[in-house]
C-alpha cells in the first residue's frame, strides 16, 4: 500500500451552488386602465421603485372633470328645490308627493355625481401595492384601454 502526504495550506473555501432555474416575483402584474383614453402622463421609471398608491400613469380626463363640475351644479340645484320645496311643504303649499319627489331627484344627483367622481378617478392609474418597475410599454400621447 502506497501513501502520498501533502502540506496543509490554509485557504478560504467557496461555498457557491451553480444551478440553472427561474427567479419569480411575490407579486407581479400588469397594469391596465379600466378606460380608454390617451396618457397625458407617465411617472415612473423603468426598473425603479413605487410605492403603494403612486400614480403611475393619467389620462386626459378634461371630459370627466367637465362632467364633475356639471353634476355638482346639479347637487346644487337639487338641494335648492328640495329647501324651497320643504319651505312650502311646512305651510302645506305643495303635496307629499312633491317633496318626495324633490328629495328622490336630490338622492338621484348625489348617486350621479359619485358614479362621475369614480369614473375620474379611473383615469389615473396608480400601483396596487410597492414594488419594482418593468419595462414601459406605453408613451404620452398613446390611446390605451
Not at 501513501?3 to 400588469?30: K, M
Not at 390617451?38 to 386626459?60: H, K, M
Not at 348617486?111 to 406605453?138: C, E
Amino acid at each position: 500500500m502506497r501513501v502520498e502526504l501533502e502540506t496543509v495550506i490554509p485557504r478560504q473555501l467557496a461555498r457557491t451552488v451553480e444551478a440553472v432555474g427561474t427567479a419569480r416575483a411575490i407579486e407581479a402584474i400588469t397594469v391596465s386602465t379600466k378606460i380608454s383614453g390617451r396618457i397625458t402622463d407617465l411617472n415612473f421609471t423603468p426598473g425603479g421603485t413605487v410605492e403603494a398608491g403612486q400614480v403611475l400613469a393619467a389620462l386626459d380626463d378634461a371630459g370627466a372633470r367637465a362632467d364633475v363640475a356639471r353634476l355638482e351644479a346639479a347637487v346644487k340645484e337639487a338641494t335648492t328645490q328640495l329647501e324651497r320645496t320643504r319651505q312650502l311643504r311646512r305651510g302645506n303649499a305643495v303635496s307629499a308627493a312633491e317633496f318626495d319627489t324633490r328629495t328622490t331627484e336630490l338622492i338621484a344627483a348625489r348617486a350621479t355625481l359619485a358614479s362621475a367622481r369614480a369614473t375620474l378617478a379611473d383615469h389615473r392609474v396608480v400601483a396596487p401595492f410597492p414594488g419594482r418597475v418593468g419595462l414601459k410599454q406605453v408613451s404620452v400621447g398613446a390611446v390605451v384601454g
